[in-house]
């Protein structure tokens, strides 16, 4: 790759694996908790801000549109948290996927009334990522820095809620105090990085590297690992594909997930071949050398 175009591509390159990093450990939680769409859901609420904003008059490159969104993010941060924490029966995928409907059409009905600002709008809720530029990527770094440092501060509190909640309950852990504070600061995550990347981009850096973790390991640690390696991976990959082929950034990385998914998979029956023949191996072995 040509140097100019490796400087041209740095903000947006440095950007995707700051996103990736803090997506992978985020959709752990997402997936154990089994609340796949969440991210979806909270990102289209986050844009009923940003378009309500719009409505008012407020500038689509304004920090009042990030504010508002933010504000509207956290309120479904609330409602999350309290369908998570009482004893309801309905699914909260079942609230999840409501609100993304909700949220969604009132977007549509917003917009309808904003005309003069929805071709802005739209652009930046789908995101561009190679628009974004070094003041950005350094501002979100010290947002998921100061995430990051307290979901690692509370780590444990929050892996034993979205393992299991139902046990925290019974030891007299606020599951709704702990869900809100884990959904808000998810929020946070998801209000900025939407902006920059894209739902559907955000989406796959939150998921994927959590499904590729979990076809190769059951341990928390080895599945993020494996994450970042694959997050980190498939970014520079499809930074390079968009490059190369004159392809659309975003959509380029969403596709190479899909593929290194994929291929992921299918190697797997290998790797896990290679382990129960390791271990028979072992089995095998341990009764004669007691013998011996």
Sequence with gaps: MDWTIFQFLAPAITASLIIAGIHA????HVVERGVIFVDLSLAQIASLGAAIAVWQGYDPHSAAIY????A???IGAVIFAVVKGGRVRIPQEAIIGISYAVASAAVILTLSKATGEAEHLRDMLVGNILAVQWPEVWLTSLIYLVIGLFHYVFRRRFLEISIDADAAAARGISV???DFLFYASFGFVVTRSVA???VLLVFCYL????IGGMLFSDSIGRRLAIGWLMGTVVSMLGMYFSVEFDLPTGATIVCTFGVALIAMAAVRPLFRSRQTHGAATVAHAAPRRSVG
């Design 67 to 70: 504010w508002m969104s933010l």
């Design 25 to 28: 450990y985020l959709g752990l």
């Design 196 to 198: 920059i990347a894209g």
């Design 176 to 178: 709704r105090f702990w």
């Design 72 to 74: 509207f993010t956290l």
């Design 207 to 210: 998921i994927v590297p959590s």
